[in-house]
């Protein structure tokens, strides 16, 4: 199901003025409006797409149903996650012409299945009585392959379609529209999205995430900052320890400035600190990860020049936010790593030499 109203989300992004998205109103996903309607049903399944696969089958099977108004639909998708496989019939399906899509259906048909469900969906397609409409299926369907899993299409549809507003409000944005076409007045309303009423809320939801992204305060201008009264603190001799004595003025500058935004900014706000308790958690966890990497490829001749490397890398590097802030300055983020240099023993700079050394 996530997959189904992942499609249908992004149908309701791609819609055009007098169109509408439906959800189970005549399969799966459906388009409707203008002169083009599609019907779209969507299979999510990692196993390749057979001459036999009930995907297939039991789409075609619906769609013979005289209650599928079938004359309202231009275009029937199969949008499935299956790669077609290479000995199926279904290859090159949407680039065959009409007789030669009625062949390979004769030519699946004439297969024979040990499950007794294609059996009957066999039976149902293929009677006379429905030969018409399997002409007209046959005409109008199309396989289409989307090789994702649901969490890249979710990705997919914040990084594309959210794209206008800040990152720290792209997951917000996608996640407060998945859930306006699921919610109870959308089923309510025969499970249609129109095109105004999504524009609405695109509108109005990007304009209050917009207003609810707070620039990050601005930095406190110190002067004269000592730097020898810091000489011993832990931070400066980790850098120390690594013999980049050129870097110590910025360092110092950057873990005072950080530590009275700390003090006057940021935690006065007991939902502003939990967001910055886990921004400080997540730059502890990358540093580790990073350090470990880094301790792998440095032999014991080389851990000071590489543990410089290190600390530039992790300096140059100001990846994630927190709270609403829509961009970290490079001075509070080398400053949190420096307080957590200041704070915790196994935050260092100084990489451990490789263990084949």
Sequence with gaps: MIFQFLVALERCF???EGQSVYIERFGDVSVIGKEDAIQIESKYYKRDLS????NVWNSISNWTDSS???E???SLVLLTTQKVGKRSKWNGWNEKSLS????????IRRKRSKSEKIAKIFEKVFSPDNSSRLEDIAKKLTLDYLPIDNVSYYNKLRDVHGSHLPKIQRERYINALYGYIINPHAIENNWEIGYDAFSKEKMELSKKLQENTTLFPEKIKLKD??????????????IKDIEYDEVLPDAVSDY????QMLMQEIKISPTIKKSYDEYESNLEYNYKTKYRKASRNCGEHEIINKSKDFYDDITSSNDGTFHTYNY????????VMHILAEDNPEVVWKLNKKDNE
Excluded: C, W
């Design 328 to 335: 970290i300055p490079p001075y509070f983020h080398n400053g």
């Design 51 to 54: 001459d036999l696969d009930e």
């Design 225 to 238: 900052i000592d730097t020898k009264k810091y000489t011993e603190s832990p931070f400066v001799q980790k």
């Design 72 to 74: 309202e639909f231009s």
């Design 100 to 107: 030669e899509r009625k062949t390979v259906l004769d030519e």
């Design 14 to 16: 791609e819609m055009q």
């Design 68 to 70: 599928f108004s079938l």
């Design 256 to 259: 005072v400035h950080t530590a």
